[in-house]
């Protein structure tokens, strides 16, 4: 009896109660009635979910037309464009729902964009731990003249210098000689000046160069040879083997991919599902002959240049494994790399321009120069190569190869 009239008490107290009633009606997600309310709860669910699909595709396994058109503009774009359908959920629903909802966005975000390298610390540390272990593996050469492998610095550069409208090739030139790269992969290079201005550089003046089209290599060091291949790509790849000590040595290969993927207008205009598909099975191709010639090659191979495909494109780290991508493994500050140097854009918003480098090596610096010789920024790399010398079959008086920390 006594719980009867329990209940009924509750009961009247719950009718009595306006805030009570109106918690029941508006329920746990929204922060209060209207039909306003309900539009903008629905436009913050539509923000969280999108957020969700772009994540999806930045990680989805195999490319497709539609992930294709979504993946080729830079995650930062999307998640900029339903940040505001999240953000309207402030009047909208509650505290919590609204917290949770954001920090969704973040963390797809965050495992989308390349992030942590703007924030990276001990940028100078690398720098320093560069020079010492060039200084390391010089001394140890010249001290141990039998020695047979060891872990040898090199710095890489690549740049896609067509001009264009923008800049000119002196400063192009300039701006090289102040990276004092060990080598130079160049992209769309056209001859004339260039050549002048390197043979006139007290720095350049003395390097090798190896050219095939309108891919260009230039190398402090010896050179061996330049690798000889017929395919598809034969004039979209330079192969170029050169001795940064006699009798080690490194493949180079400079890159520039065709263009198939970026080449469509904004939204949908002229967009067919037919040519992106064909663009899609071209591109993969392409991927494939790279990496049938990389290993045909004897020794560490370094392949860099102008891909026209961001680095998430999953195609290439399947196509280009097991080499690790030197800004994705040690980059400092902002990576991308186009556009450079274009008035409606002031900062580069995607990272074509990429150097690869084999699984064994050490990165111990990239990042992307700012420059304004050209319509994209060059890539700057700091690596330590796994080398092992010919003929001698000697090793270090321990039995153990130098690392480059040493």
């Known amino acids: 009896m006594k719980a009867s009239e329990d209940g009924l008490s509750r009961d009247r107290e719950e009718r ?3 805030a009570l009633s109106s918690e029941k009606k508006r329920g746990r997600f929204l922060a209060g009635p209207g039909i306003w309310r309900k539009v903008l709860a ?3 669910l539509a923000g969280v979910l999108a957020a969700c699909a772009f994540h999806a595709g930045y990680h989805w396994i195999r490319p497709s037309p539609l992930i294709c058109y979504v993946i080729v503009w830079p995650p930062m774009i999307g998640f900029a464009l339903v940040l505001p359908m999240v953000l309207a959920g402030i009047p909208a ?4 729902w609204l917290l949770c909802g954001l920090m ?6 965050g495992a989308s964009e390349e992030l942590f390298a703007c924030v990276r610390p001990f940028e100078g540390r690398a720098r320093r731990s560069f020079e010492n272990a060039r200084n390391a593996a010089s ?3 010249e001290t141990n003249p039998a020695w047979r492998e060891l872990d040898y610095p090199l710095r890489v550069v690549t740049w896609n210098v067509g001009l264009g409208r923008f800049g000119e090739p002196e400063r192009v030139v300039r701006q090289l000689e102040e990276l004092d790269p060990d080598v130079v ?7 004339g000046s260039f050549d002048r201005l390197f043979a006139e550089s007290p720095l350049f003046s003395a390097y090798g160069k190896c050219r095939v089209s309108r891919n260009v290599i230039l190398s402090r060091y010896g050179t061996a040879e330049r690798v000889p291949f017929t395919n598809e790509l034969k004039r979209n790849v330079v192969a170029w083997k050169i001795e940064p000590v006699p009798g080690a040595e490194i493949t180079l290969l400079s890159v520039h991919m065709p263009r198939f993927l970026l080449q469509r207008r904004p939204l949908f205009r002229s967009w067919s599902y037919a040519k992106t598909r064909e663009n899609i099975l071209r591109t993969r191709e392409n991927l494939n002959t790279l990496r049938g010639l990389m290993g045909e090659m004897d020794g560490p191979v370094i392949v860099a240049g102008d891909f026209n495909l961001p680095a998430y494109y999953r195609d290439i780290a399947d196509s280009l494994a097991p080499h690790r991508d030197g800004f994705g493994e040690a980059g400092f500050g902002w990576g991308k790399t186009v556009p450079a140097n274009y008035r409606r854009i002031p900062r580069p918003v995607m990272r074509i321009d990429q150097v690869y480098v084999p699984r064994e090596a050490r990165v111990f610096y990239a990042a992307t120069v700012a420059a304004d010789g050209s319509d994209h920024r060059p890539v700057l790399v700091e690596v330590a190569v796994s080398v092992v010398r010919k003929g001698e079959d000697v090793v270090k008086p321990d039995g153990r190869p130098p690392s480059a920390g040493e």
């Open 93 to 96: 629903v509650r505290t919590r």
């Open 139 to 141: 001394a140890f050469v």
């Open 42 to 44: 629905a436009c913050f």
């Open 104 to 109: 969704i966005w973040a963390l797809a975000f």
């Open 185 to 191: 992969l160049l992209q769309e290079y056209s001859g």
């Open 16 to 18: 009595e109660s306006p």
